[in-house]
């Protein structure tokens, strides 16, 4: 099973950028599709931005043209690049895999400790 590990959150203020990254163990995580996922407290984890085997990535329109999704298969590893941040963007990021149901992308694997992000007004 892939295990995921999540990293590169932090503290930023109002249009400012970071970058999260997730690290993967497994062979089979460059056949997965992955997920960034965001949940702030008393909100319900959402999906953010997702990216597929082959590189083709969707976002929701909140964090369109803001945040990029990218992978290197090679560092088995999946990137987020969130620029002019807002403090609605503060919650604790994970990530997953993702497998496609008849409805949609589902997360399957195990959640990781997510990391924190935080957007000071």
């Known amino acids: 099973q892939v295990q995921l590990v999540e990293s590169g959150g932090g503290l930023v203020q109002a249009g400012g950028s970071l970058r999260l990254s997730c690290a993967a163990s497994g062979s089979t995580f460059s056949i997965n599709a992955v997920g960034w996922f965001r949940q702030a407290p008393g909100k319900l984890r959402e999906l953010v931005a997702r990216i597929s085997n082959d590189g083709r990535t969707n976002y929701p329109d909140s964090v369109k043209g803001r945040f990029t999704i990218s992978r290197d298969n090679v560092k088995n590893t999946v990137y987020l690049q969130m620029n002019s941040l807002k403090p609605g963007d503060t919650a604790v990021y994970y990530c997953?895999?993702?497998?496609?149901?008849?409805?949609?992308?589902?997360?399957?694997?195990?959640w990781g400790q997510g990391t924190q992000v935080t957007v000071s007004s």
């Open positions: 997953n895999t993702l497998a496609l149901r008849p409805w949609g992308y589902v997360p399957f694997g195990s």
